[in-house]
C-alpha cells in the first residue's frame, strides 16, 4: 500500500492529544502549556477538515460541538443503579459492620472506603473499547441517554486501550474552581448564580445542547466496573484500580480496609482535612470489597446489604444576621432569607442562609442584629441553627413578614393550617422563570428544549411575561436568542405547538397550583372533567374527589380567587390548551380494579405500567388497603408485599399484569 502521509499523522496527533487529556485531565500532572496543546488540536482540526473521511468518533476534536438534539431517550440500565443507606454516627457504622459480619458469619471483613462525591450519577458504556453510550441514574432503573454531552467531559476517555465492552458508573462533577467561575460569568450576564456545584453539573448534563455542557468544565470520577451489568472484578479494589489503567480518572483517596477500626481512621482523617480538596464532600462510602460476599449480602428494597455512606455532620460558624429579605418561589411562596456578615463554612463564604418561614423565625427567637450560629447542611445549603446572643435592643430590629408580594404588589395569602405564605399572581415576574420550567417539564407539558439558558433570555427580554406567552413565540423572537440557530429554534417551537395536546390533568399540573401535584391533577382531571369545572368548584365539591382534603380545597379555591389566574385560564384556552378530560374507553378489561406498584419491574417503568393499567380502566394508588385488588410486584418489592399478605391482598408479577391487560 502506498504510506498516506496524512492519515499517519492525522493518527500520531490523536495518539498524542489523548495521552496529554490523560496527563492534565486524569493525572493532574501536565506536561506541556496551554498554547502547545491548542497547537496539537489545531494542527488535527485544520487536517481532518482537509481530509473528511479521516473524522472518527474517538477523535480529539469531536469533544465538542455536536448538534443540538430534539430530547432525550429513555435507556433502561444494565442493572439497578441503587442509592445507599446513610450513617451519621460511628455507631451507625458500627451496627453496620455487626450486621454484615452476622450474615456473613466472619470475624472481621475487607472494606474499601472511597470520599463521597457529591454530583450526578453516570454510566457511561463501551463497545469495542469505543465510546457508545453515557445514561443518567434517572429513577435508579431507567435513565436518559446524554452520550453527546458526555462526550464533552475530558475525564472520560473517548476511546480504551483494549477492545473491551464494558460499562463504568461514577459520578459527574464540577470542582470548586470551576463553580466560581460558572458563577462569575452567570452574574456577568445578569443570570442568577447557581445554588450549588451539584445543581451546577446536573443542569449542564441534562442540556440540549452539548456546546453548553462542554463551557460547564464538567469533571468525571469512576466508581465501579461492570461487564454485561455484573461486576467485573472480583474484588471492589481491583476494579478500582481496573478503572484507572483503563484511562478513567478514579479517587486516589480511598483505602482498603481490614476491619472497622481501620475505616473509621480514614473517616476521622477526611472529617478534618476535606476542606483542603478542590470539590466538595460530605461524605465517605463504606463498601465490602469481596463481590462474591457482596451477592451473598444482597439488598434490600432501597439499599445493598454490603455498602453504606457515612454523611459527616453539617460544618457550623457563628455570625450577624445584617438584614432578612424575602424571596418569590415557583408556586408563590414566600421565604424569608437572612443577610449574613460573611463567614467561611466548610470552605465556601456564606453570606446568605435560609430561614424557611415566618413560624420558624418566631421559634428561633430571632431578630435582625442578632449574633447566630448557622450550618451547611449537607455542606450545600446554609440555614440559620440558632441564636447566639441577642443584639442589644438599640440594634435590634423584628422581622414582618408582608402582607403583600414584594415583587408584584399582589395579595398574599396564609391557609389555616400552613406555614407557608403565598403570592397568588401566576404571573409575578419573581416566580415566573421556575412557573415556566415546571410548566415544560417532562411529565408536565413536555416542552424540550426549554432550558434554564433559554428560559432566563425569554423572560428578561421580556419575550414571555406569563406561560400563556409560550404559544405566541415566533421563529423571529427566538433567532436572536444566544446560541440558537433556525434548527433548534423550528424543533423549540414544534415542541411548544404540540404541547398543546397534554391532557387535562398534565395542563392542570401545569398551573402551579399550591398541593396540587401530578398525582391530584389526575384525580381531579377524573373527577371534574373539565378545567372550567375545577375552576368554578366550591370546596365541599372538591372535597368529593378521592384524597382531596379541606386544605386541598381550600388552596384550589384560593388559586381561582385571585384575577390574574382567572385571565391565565381565558389566554390558556384561547391558546388551544385542552380544558376538557379526554373520554376514554367507556370499559376496559381492568375497569374498577384498583393496583398498587411495588420493587422494579422486569420491563415496564413505573409510569408505563401506571399509564397501561389506567388506559385499560383500572386505577393506580400508593398504598395497600382493603380496596386493592392487586399488588403489582417486582425485584425487591419491600413492606408493600407484606401489607398484602396481612390484607389478603394478591399480589402478581408484571407478566400477569400484561395477560390482564390483554383480556377481554
Not at 381550600?554 to 381565558?570: D, G, K, T, V
Amino acid at each position: 500500500m502506498v504510506p498516506d502521509p496524512i492519515a499517519n499523522e492525522v493518527l500520531q496527533l490523536r495518539r498524542e492529544i489523548e495521552r496529554h487529556d490523560h496527563l492534565y485531565y486524569v493525572l493532574d500532572s501536565p506536561e506541556i502549556s496551554d498554547p502547545e496543546y491548542d497547537g496539537l488540536l489545531r494542527r488535527l482540526r485544520f487536517l481532518e477538515e482537509r481530509r473528511p473521511e479521516l473524522v472518527t468518533a474517538d477523535s480529539p476534536t469531536q469533544r465538542v460541538g455536536g448538534k443540538p438534539r430534539e430530547g432525550f431517550v429513555r435507556v433502561p440500565h444494565s442493572s439497578a443503579m441503587l442509592s445507599l443507606d446513610n450513617a451519621y454516627s460511628e455507631g451507625e457504622l458500627t451496627d453496620f459492620d455487626r450486621r454484615v459480619r452476622e450474615l456473613s458469619g466472619l470475624g472481621q471483613i475487607e472494606y474499601v472506603t472511597e470520599l463521597k462525591l457529591d454530583g450526578l450519577s453516570l454510566a457511561v458504556h463501551y463497545s469495542d473499547g469505543l465510546l457508545a453510550r453515557a445514561v443518567t441514574r434517572g429513577d435508579g432503573t431507567v435513565g436518559e441517554e446524554v452520550t453527546e454531552n458526555a462526550r464533552t467531559i475530558r475525564s472520560i476517555p473517548l476511546r480504551l486501550p483494549e477492545p473491551l465492552a464494558i460499562e463504568a458508573r461514577g459520578e459527574v462533577i464540577l470542582t470548586r474552581t470551576e463553580f466560581e467561575r460558572a458563577n462569575r460569568d452567570r452574574v456577568d450576564q445578569n443570570l442568577p448564580p447557581f445554588a450549588n456545584p451539584r445543581n451546577a453539573a446536573a443542569g449542564a448534563l441534562r442540556v440540549l445542547d452539548p456546546s453548553i455542557t462542554a463551557q460547564r468544565r464538567l469533571d468525571f470520577y469512576a466508581y465501579l466496573l461492570l461487564a454485561g451489568g455484573a461486576p467485573a472484578e472480583p474484588l471492589h479494589a481491583g476494579a478500582l484500580d481496573r478503572l484507572s489503567a483503563l484511562g478513567f480518572k478514579v479517587n486516589s483517596h480511598r483505602r482498603t480496609c481490614q476491619g472497622l477500626p481501620e475505616v473509621l481512621d480514614f473517616i476521622r482523617h477526611w472529617g478534618t482535612h476535606r476542606e483542603k480538596l478542590p470539590y466538595d464532600t460530605d461524605g465517605v462510602v463504606v463498601k465490602v470489597n469481596d463481590v462474591a460476599l457482596q451477592q451473598r449480602l444482597g439488598w434490600t428494597a432501597r439499599f445493598p446489604r454490603w455498602a453504606i455512606a457515612y454523611k459527616y455532620a453539617a460544618q457550623q460558624a457563628p455570625t450577624t444576621v445584617l438584614d432578612i429579605t424575602v424571596n418569590v418561589g415557583r408556586t408563590g411562596v414566600l421565604t424569608p432569607t437572612a443577610i449574613l456578615e460573611p463567614v467561611p463554612v466548610g470552605g465556601v463564604t456564606v453570606s446568605r442562609a435560609t430561614l424557611h418561614n415566618e413560624d420558624e423565625i418566631g421559634r428561633l427567637g430571632l431578630q435582625i442584629g442578632d449574633e447566630v450560629v448557622i450550618e451547611r447542611s449537607g455542606d450545600v445549603i446554609p440555614k440559620v441553627v440558632r441564636v447566639k446572643s441577642q443584639a442589644p435592643d438599640d440594634r435590634r430590629r423584628a422581622f414582618v413578614m408582608p402582607t403583600t408580594c414584594p415583587v408584584c404588589g399582589s395579595p398574599v395569602t396564609r391557609q389555616e393550617g400552613e406555614v407557608a405564605v403565598r403570592c397568588v399572581n401566576t404571573d409575578c415576574p419573581a416566580r415566573l422563570k421556575e412557573s415556566i420550567l415546571h410548566f415544560s417539564g417532562r411529565r408536565v407539558m413536555n416542552i424540550d428544549g426549554l432550558g434554564e439558558v433559554l428560559v432566563n433570555q425569554l423572560v428578561d427580554r421580556g419575550l414571555v411575561k406569563s406561560v400563556s406567552d409560550l404559544y405566541h413565540l415566533t421563529l423571529e423572537d427566538l433567532l436572536p436568542l444566544e446560541r440558537m440557530g433556525e434548527t433548534l429554534a423550528s424543533k423549540i417551537l414544534r415542541n411548544i405547538d404540540h404541547s398543546r395536546s397534554a391532557p387535562l390533568d398534565r395542563v392542570i399540573n401545569a398551573l402551579g397550583i399550591p398541593m396540587v401535584g401530578e398525582r391530584t391533577a389526575q384525580i381531579l382531571a377524573r373527577h371534574c372533567g373539565s378545567l372550567d369545572k375545577i375552576a368554578q368548584a366550591s370546596a365541599d365539591d372538591l372535597q368529593r374527589a378521592e384524597e382531596v382534603g379541606p386544605r386541598v380545597a381550600e388552596a384550589i379555591r384560593s388559586f381561582w380567587s385571585e384575577p390574574r389566574n382567572q385571565a391565565l385560564l381565558e389566554r390558556l384556552r384561547a391558546a388551544g390548551l385542552q380544558f376538557e378530560q379526554q373520554a376514554g374507553p367507556t370499559s376496559g378489561p381492568l375497569e374498577g380494579l384498583t393496583f398498587v406498584l411495588t420493587g422494579t419491574l422486569p420491563t415496564l417503568s413505573r409510569e408505563e405500567a401506571t399509564q397501561r393499567i389506567q388506559a385499560a380502566g383500572g386505577k393506580v394508588t400508593s398504598s395497600v388497603s382493603k380496596k386493592t385488588r392487586y399488588l403489582v410486584a417486582g425485584a425487591d418489592p419491600g413492606s408493600k408485599l407484606d401489607k398484602a399478605r396481612q390484607l389478603g391482598v394478591e399480589a402478581i408479577a408484571e407478566a400477569a399484569l400484561l395477560r390482564l391487560l390483554q383480556s377481554n
